[in-house]
T-cell receptor, first 114, second 119 residues
């Protein structure tokens, strides 16, 4: 069974640009979550989607947005990039209802903003 | 809001020895889940062990075990017979069982403990 797949793995952008990251969950998983990981702030929750609906959103500005498609694949978008957006963005999926709460993580997308 | 604190940014252990990683959390909820995740240098996070708060028995998974002290809000991870492959960042995480509100459908992570294993 394929794991969580994130693309691209690495990308470099400049301030003011926008970026879209993609995540394909494990087959059969309908919940997809996004986390931002930085050395200073650690892992911070961005948002969670289930059946194309955002069920919760973390404390991030409106420049951070996401969506989920009918096949459970998800994208997140960051507009008007700032230097502080440089981070590892992790996507995770889980089975319906979250079960015992285990999240399965992808390898992440490393974003560098210059 | 829940918080998770890992007070040891870095730790080291000799191969084959035992090491304990500390984690404390703050919550007003009575039922919840706690987790330890491992993030090796390749970055993919994997679940090491989970604990349901309503269970008094400490969880164990092979060489990994936890000491869950609910009243003290403490959740430490013990790694026995440490191996080189155990070297990684370890994150303690909290999950609410609520299905609505600020804490729902998310994990709250500690800042992590970097574990080095010395051959």
């Amino acid at each position: 069974k394929a794991g969580v797949t994130q693309t691209p793995r690495y990308l470099i952008k400049t301030r003011g640009q926008q970026v879209t990251l993609s995540c394909s969950p494990i087959s059969g998983h309908r919940s997809v979550s996004w986390y931002q990981q930085t050395p200073g702030q650690g892992l911070q929750f961005l948002f969670e989607y289930f059946s194309e609906t955002q069920r919760n959103k973390g404390n991030f500005p409106g420049r951070f947005s996401g969506r989920q498609f009918s096949n459970s694949r998800s994208e997140m978008n960051v507009s008007t990039l700032e230097l502080g957006d440089s981070a590892l963005y992790l996507c995770a999926s889980s089975s319906p209802g979250w079960g015992t709460g285990e999240l399965f993580f992808g390898e992440g997308s490393r974003l560098t903003v210059l | 809001a829940q918080t998770v604190t890992q007070s040891q940014p870095e730790m080291s252990v000799q191969e084959a020895e035992t090491v304990t990683l500390s984690c404390t959390y703050d919550t007003s909820e009575s039922d919840y889940y706690l987790f330890w995740y491992k993030q090796p240098p390749s970055r993919q996070m994997i679940l090491v062990i989970r604990q349901e708060a309503y269970k008094q028995q400490n969880a164990t998974e092979n060489r990994f075990s936890v000491n869950f002290q609910k009243a003290a809000k403490s959740f430490s991870l013990k790694i026995s017979d440490s191996q080189l492959g155990d070297a990684a960042m370890y994150f303690c995480a909290y999950r609410s069982v609520l299905n609505s509100g600020a804490g729902s459908y998310q994990l709250t992570f500690g800042k992590g403990t970097k574990l080095s294993v010395i051959p």
